[in-house]
């Protein structure tokens, strides 16, 4: 079993910033990507930010310049730090990791989420 636990979401003005942190635990052999996704009411899941297990990472258009992915492998580990929020970037955030429980056998594994508003 693979546990991912998300802290860090809160209510947070327009133009401020907060910061995400997922750690997992379990039987984890390696984990490959991991990222942070994000579910506004309405809307489909859609993916905010990975970063590969050697460090290489990729955002959304709409995050680009203000969101910074980073994980640190050896505690599994992944965070997001985001700033200059808007009001469109409520919505619930969920972690995501590849993770390998041996040489070849890998799932993916999800965060239970947690919710993100920016508002005035």
């Known amino acids: 079993q693979v546990q991912l636990v998300e802290s860090g979401g809160g209510l947070v003005q327009p133009g401020g910033s907060l910061r995400l942190s997922c750690a997992a635990s379990g039987s984890i052999f390696r984990i490959n990507a991991m990222g942070w996704y994000r579910q506004a009411p309405g809307k489909q899941r859609e993916l905010v930010a990975s970063?590969?297990?050697?460090?290489?990472?990729a955002y959304a258009d709409s995050v680009k310049g203000r969101f910074t992915i980073s994980r640190d492998n050896a505690k599994n580990t992944v965070s997001l730090q985001m700033n200059s929020l808007k009001p469109e970037d409520t919505a619930v955030y969920y972690c995501?990791?590849?993770?390998?429980?041996?040489?070849?056998?890998?799932?993916?594994?999800w965060g239970q989420g947690t919710q993100v508003t920016v508002s005035s």
């Open positions: 995501n990791a590849n993770v390998y429980w041996d040489w070849s056998s890998s799932r993916d594994c």
């Open positions: 970063i590969t297990s050697g460090g290489r990472t």
